[in-house]
């Protein structure tokens, strides 16, 4: 009867976290959100966006000023890019939309001090929700900033994350380590 009982538990928390899970971000955007996202990106032309309260709630640290990030779910990424392709009279063209649209990852991108990031090997980043560290499907380097800071880019599977869970971003260089606390529910 323990067994059951311990079997029926372990069974019902699985399909919880199933359920969890399936409402992490906003995965699949329907066309008129995406067109919604793309207008809410032209309001807030360039920069501007990551001052924007949809984009502001995916910073953590003190992104995009200093020392942070970015989580770049398919709805943030959507709005920065038209943000930034509105200070050239651009719009997001269909393949652009149909890339996101398909994609099964999303990006984390983080800023360090440029003297600790020469090299891709000098950056690690992590995702850690309790015991489960999670690393990316791959690293490069993002933007080059003005400041002495570096951007980059973690590409992480939305099937690996908990959007649920305690997450903490974990930034390792050769010389510091950062860790910053980010609640996925707030990342459209």
């Keep these: 009867m323990r067994f059951i009982k311990c079997t029926l538990g372990i069974i019902g928390i699985a399909l919880f976290g199933i359920a969890i899970r399936s409402e992490a971000f906003e995965i699949e955007l329907k066309q008129e959100k995406i067109a919604e996202v793309a207008e809410y990106g032209k309001k807030y032309k360039g920069k501007e966006i990551f001052y924007s309260p949809i984009v ?5 640290g003190k992104y995009p000023d200093g020392e942070g990030g ?4 398919k709805y943030v990424r959507i709005a920065v890019i038209s943000a930034m392709m ?6 997001l ?5 149909k890339e996101i649209e ?3 990852s999303f990006d984390v991108v983080v800023t360090v001090p440029e003297e ?3 090299a891709l090997e ?3 980043i992590m995702l850690k929700q309790g015991m489960n560290n999670i690393l990316p499907l791959k690293t490069e380097f993002g933007m080059k900033r003005k400041d002495k800071l570096r951007g980059v880019v973690g590409t992480f599977q939305y099937e690996k994350v908990n959007p649920k869970a305690s997450t903490a971003v ?8 950062k860790k910053y606390t980010i609640d996925f529910s707030d990342v459209k």
């Design 86 to 91: 509105a200070l050239k009279d651009k719009t």
């Design 70 to 73: 970015l989580i770049m779910s």
């Design 93 to 97: 063209t269909k393949d652009d939309i």
């Design 170 to 177: 974990i930034v390792k260089t050769r010389k510091v380590q």
């Design 116 to 118: 600790y990031a020469k």
């Design 56 to 60: 502001k709630s995916a910073c953590f």
């Design 122 to 124: 000098d950056v690690q």
């Design 102 to 104: 398909e994609s099964t």
